[in-house]
């Protein structure tokens, strides 16, 4: 089973900077990662998949890129809603599997 | 619009089950596979499995392999995820999720439901 490694744990940063979140593959998946944003209490909501599509309604703000087995979310400009939790999530192996998740806190 | 309204939350002892539902609305019920994913109190997203609501084939994990049975009502576009033998560490949040595209499951969940908490204890 592809294990997900996502860093940092945690990510403090303020409104208006950068976020770069990391997720790195046990092993080759190819394109095929997809990123989701969590706030407490809801769903998860997808945001990135296939390592560089948005999915519908997702802001221009974020972004996704792949090089080798590691992959990388990127918020240009953080905005207040932003700061939730994050995960990544592979399909090229059976079964999909998620990343432990990236807390983006409020500095 | 695409909703997904699952269930009420559960209380139940070790070795009982529970059955969860997600009825959906806004979209063609048979078209999109239906996954289900869990989330322990404060950990992370876990694949339960899938249910094709066309056929009613399914695909499980293999460590919820012999204890979980998705089934559909496609009459009432309405699936269902049956968790047997409780024990405390299934206590999560389910989350039913529909795959992004049509009439294949490619494990890309772009619509969720708000989840049902199952507790089990003694």
């Known amino acids: 089973e592809i294990v997900l490694t996502q860093s940092p744990a945690t990510l403090s940063l303020s409104p208006g900077e950068r976020a770069t979140l990391s997720c790195r593959a046990s092993q080759n998946i190819n394109k095929y990662l997809a990123w989701y944003q969590q706030n407490p209490g809801q769903a998860p909501r997808l945001l990135i998949y296939?390592?560089?599509n948005r999915a519908t309604a997702i802001p221009a703000r974020f972004s996704g890129s792949a090089s080798g087995a590691d992959f990388t979310l990127t918020i240009s400009s953080l905005e207040p809603e932003d700061f939730a939790v994050y995960f990544c999530q592979q399909r090229y192996n059976w079964p999909p599997v998620f990343g432990q998740g990236t807390r983006l806190e409020i500095k | 619009q695409v909703q997904l309204v699952q269930s009420g939350a559960e209380v139940k002892k070790p070795g009982a089950s529970v059955k969860v539902s997600c009825q959906a609305s806004g979209y063609t019920f048979n078209d999109y596979y239906l996954h289900w994913v869990r989330q322990a109190p404060g950990q992370g997203l876990e694949w339960v499995g899938w249910i094709n609501p066309d056929s009613g084939g399914t695909n499980y994990a293999q460590r919820f392999q012999g204890r979980v049975t998705m089934t559909r009502d496609a009459s009432i576009n309405t699936a269902y995820m049956e968790l047997s033998s409780l024990k405390s560490d299934d206590t999560a949040v389910y989350f039913c999720?529909?795959?992004?595209?049509?009439?294949?499951?490619?494990?890309?969940?772009?619509?969720w439901g708000q989840g049902t908490l199952v507790s089990v204890s003694s």
């Open positions: 999720a529909r795959d992004r595209w049509e009439r294949l499951s490619r494990d890309i969940f772009n619509y």
């Open positions: 296939d390592a560089s």
